[in-house]
């Protein structure tokens, strides 16, 4: 029986800024050193979903990459924008990736809605639970099984007064999924691991129920400001114990959070509509 290591990244949110490519570099660095065997990184890869941005990703883990050993899925960022994240699923809400030892189902929970700014909350529907039950049904046995999305699937704290007044407003957009619950219970004796990002703080949450197959449900956080990512490790289908979490550089400070959104807070100025003297709507440019 084989050993293996499973490392979770996500929200690299890797823009113009060069600070989150050279963040990311050092993960990756430390990935290849360490010997990890497969990564899986749960979306919002860029920061404004420009394809420029998505070229950045693709240079940073190209070492990875080149070897198979990435599974990453889009988040609501990646939808942003010149719509990067749109290409990745390939038409597919639900897709399966099989490596060595590992059984991916890939979960597309962004939506077209995601196109704005404003709109960060993700989508799932029963077609697309009745996908992930169809997938779950061809999983190998002797392999360990983890339902990858991007948005949350539990209710989770405001990370911030700001994320607590829209809640408090009634906006969606820092909400769960709304058929999160029905997901877990789909999955639930049959999948090892679900593992998102889009919040970033990270979380952890034990699911599991006596006389059935563990699940454990894990979000990220941010790889690139937490300057790290958890690794599992896994036997023959199963997982070896709790995961731990590779600190590789210290946690970002406040200039590396502004950096990545001053992009956002362009894009709203960009946006911004004035009426000019003939009545007519003038766009006030940046």
């Not at 909350?121 to 049904?137: F, T, W």
């Not at 820092?174 to 979380?203: F, N, Q, Y």
């Amino acid at each position: 029986m084989t050993s293996r290591r499973l490392a979770h990244l996500s929200d690299l949110h890797l823009g113009s800024s060069t600070a989150g490519a050279v963040r990311a570099a050092a993960l990756v660095r430390r990935i290849e050193s360490d010997g990890i065997d497969h990564v899986v990184v749960t979306g919002d890869l860029t920061h404004q979903g420009e394809h420029a941005e998505a070229r950045r990703f693709q240079e940073v883990f190209a070492p990875l990459l080149r070897k198979g050993r990435v599974t990453f899925i889009p988040g609501n960022h990646d939808r942003t924008g010149q719509d990067a994240g749109g290409e990745w699923m390939q038409g597919q809400r639900v897709r399966v990736e099989d490596r060595p030892g590992l059984y991916l189902v890939c979960v597309d929970s962004t939506a077209p809605h995601n196109r704005s700014y404003f709109q960060t909350h993700g989508e799932l529907s029963r077609g697309v639970l009745m996908e992930v039950d169809a997938a779950l049904d061809e999983a190998p046995s002797g392999c360990l099984v983890a339902v990858l999305l991007h948005h949350h699937v539990l209710p989770l704290p405001e990370d911030s007064p700001i994320e607590w007044l829209i809640a408090r407003l009634g906006s969606p957009v820092m909400a769960e999924l709304s058929l999160g619950a029905e997901l877990i219970e789909r999955v639930r004796g049959r999948s090892d691991l679900v593992l998102h990002g889009h919040r970033h703080t990270p979380r952890a949450f034990d699911l599991s129920r006596a006389g059935e197959r563990g699940l454990s449900v894990f979000n990220a956080g941010s790889s690139t400001e937490l300057g790290g990512y958890r690794v599992f490790e896994h036997e023959n289908g199963r997982l070896s114990g709790r995961p731990s979490f590779c600190r590789v550089i210290p946690r970002a400070g406040t200039r590396f959070v502004a950096d990545n959104m001053l992009p956002a807070l362009q894009h709203v100025a960009r946006n911004l509509y004035t009426s000019d003297d003939r009545g007519k709507v003038a766009r006030v440019g940046i």
